[in-house]
């Protein structure tokens, strides 16, 4: 099982930007395979996917809502996978999760299901 952290959850005013950060606690070789997700979830409202990211580093996909604002990326040599957050929203405001698909075979699809270990979250608020 994948151990995951989150980190760099802040509350900041709308247009600033934020980068969160997980800490993968598992071999290298290993975090390498899997592929990688970003998701939030707002009070009263679904766990909802953010971005992706492939094993090979190449990046997945990216919610409608947060495209040309938002990057994803990893870093194979610290364990850890980022979310560049720019020109943020109030409507960004969530817990933001970090989550990894262990499967010999993933799609690096936003769709929870799809992921079977995650971090306990990073709060992120928006203030307009």
């Known amino acids: 099982q994948v151990q995951l952290a989150e980190s760099g959850g802040n509350s900041v005013q709308a247009g600033g930007s934020l980068k969160l950060t997980c800490s993968v606690s598992?071999?290298?070789?290993?975090?390498?395979?899997?592929?990688m997700a970003w998701f939030r979830q707002a009070p009263g409202k679904e766990r909802e996917g953010v971005a992706s990211?492939?094993?090979?580093?190449?990046?997945?996909y990216y919610a409608d809502s947060v495209k040309g604002r938002f990057s994803i990326s990893r870093d194979r040599a610290k364990d850890t996978l980022y979310l560049q957050m720019n020109s943020l929203k109030p409507e960004d405001t969530a817990m933001y999760y970090c989550?990894?698909?262990?499967?010999?075979?993933?799609?690096?699809?936003?769709?929870?299901?799809?992921?079977?270990?995650w971090g306990q979250g990073t709060q992120v608020t928006v203030s307009s």
């Open positions: 598992q071999a290298i070789s290993t975090y390498s395979r899997y592929c």
């Open positions: 989550a990894a698909d262990r499967r010999r075979l993933c799609y690096a699809a936003l769709i929870p299901l799809n992921y079977q270990d």
């Open positions: 990211i492939y094993p090979s580093g190449h990046e997945g």
